[in-house]
C-alpha cells in the first residue's frame, strides 16, 4: 500500500514540473518571471547611449541609405553589435534629451580634424598606421576631406567624388600632364592614383607605396622589363624607374626625361665616352640612338652591355 502511494506522490509530481514554464534569474523582489530578458546591444547597455534605432526616428533620411553602407555591413556581421551610429558620434542620450541640440552630440563636419581622424583611426589604424605622419594629414586634411561616410560618390572606400577628379582636385600641378601627348591613361579610367600612391601615408617621396622592390610599383604592369636579369642595368636598380621615366606624363615617347635617347644616355654616360668608344659626332641629333644596339636596356641575362 505505502508503495502505491509513492508511485501516485511520484507521477503527480512529475506531471507538475513537466507543465511548468522556463523559470529565470529573480529580481532584487525575490519574484520570479518566465518572460525572455532582452540580451543588451553593444550601445542600450552602456550608459549614455541610446541605440540607432532611436538616431532613425529624427535621421530617417540618413537611415534609409546605410542599409548599403560598408559600416552596416560590418554591424550585420556582428550581429548589429559594435558599429552604430554612437560609435562614431558618441553616446546620443544628451542630444535626444535636449531635443536634438547639436552641441550634445559629436559632429565631424563641425570638429578639427585632430578630433576627427582619431574618431576615424579607431578603427581603421591598423590598416592606415602612418597617416598622422602623411603629409595630408600635416597639411590639415582629415578623413572626411576624402570620405563621405553617409553620401559617398564612389562605390570605391567611400570617396566623395571618384578619382582622377578627387585627387586632381588639390593636386592641380600634375592635372596638365594626364593631356600630354604621351601618358598614363588616368583620365581614361586605366589607371588610379591609389595603384601608385598610397594617400593615407607611407614612408616615401610622394606617397609612393611600398614594394619588396620599389621599381615594382612600375614593374607590376610592365612586366616584360621586370627581371630579375643576369646583368642589369646599375641605374635601374640604384635610381629606380623615374632616372630615365617621368611617370604622369610626357611630350617624349615612352615617358622619356629627355627628347632624345642619345641625350638622355648621355647624361649618365658622357659624350667623351661616346666619341672616344663608338666614334659618335658630339652634338649630333642624327646618330643612331644608343638602343639601336643596346636593345636591352633594362637589363639582359646575355650580354653585359645590353645587346641583344
Known sequence: MKRLLLCVALVVGLAGLWNTGPVYAAGKTGQQTNAPQTPPTATTGAPGYVGSETCLT???EV?????NNPHSKLALMHNGKGI???????????HVDSGGEITKIFLPSKAPASQIDATCLGCHAG????????????????????HSIHAPQSEQALLKLPQPTLCLSCHTDVKGSFDMPFHHPVNEGGVNCTDCHDAHGTFQNSNLRITADQNM????????VRGPFVYEHAVVKGEGCMACHTPHGSQNARLLNMPTINT???QCHSQV???TIHGMNPGSQELTPCTGCHTMIHGSNLNAAFIR
Open 58 to 60: 529624427c535621421h530617417a
Open 63 to 67: 537611415g534609409k541609405n546605410f542599409a
Open 84 to 94: 552604430t551610429c554612437e560609435s562614431c558620434h558618441g553616446p546620443g542620450q544628451a
Open 127 to 146: 590598416v592606415h598606421p602612418n597617416f598622422e605622419r602623411s603629409p595630408h594629414a600635416k597639411a590639415g586634411l582629415s578623413c572626411i576631406s576624402c
Open 217 to 224: 610599383i612600375c614593374t607590376k604592369c610592365h612586366m616584360d
Open 264 to 266: 638622355l644616355c648621355n
Open 273 to 275: 665616352s661616346a666619341d
